[in-house]
């Protein structure tokens, strides 16, 4: 069955930098896009990034555009966001999603905060 595992969140200040892994098994990872989505407290789950199988095309949230950055190992059957300049507005838990297979991972949590 479909898992995905998120880590490398926590709490970073204001205009620091985190990267997010999101490992992914029970599919031919390398066949298909991955997304990257969160969910801040009391709000809608938003999707921020996509990337495609190859990791050769990629699209971004307008709130996240120029800061984020989505890839993929797809000898690790793994996907990353790589996240810079970040915003107390960026805080949220953030869950990566096998778009194909409706599946998303138990998420991890980002704090901006000085």
């Known amino acids: 069955q479909v898992q995905l595992v998120e880590s490398g969140g926590g709490l970073v200040q204001p205009g620091g930098s985190l990267r997010l892994s999101c490992a992914a098994s029970?599919?031919?990872?390398?066949?298909?896009?991955m997304r990257w989505g969160r969910q801040a407290p009391g709000k809608e789950r938003e999707l921020v990034a996509w990337i495609d199988s190859t990791g050769g095309s990629t699209n971004y949230a307008d709130s996240v555009k120029g800061r984020f950055t989505a890839s993929r190992d797809n000898a690790k059957n793994t996907v990353y966001l790589q996240m810079n300049s970040l915003k107390p507005e960026d805080t949220a838990v953030y869950f990566c999603n096998a778009p194909r297979f409706g599946s998303w991972g138990q998420g991890t949590q980002v704090t901006v905060s000085s």
């Open positions: 029970g599919f031919t990872f390398g066949s298909y896009a």
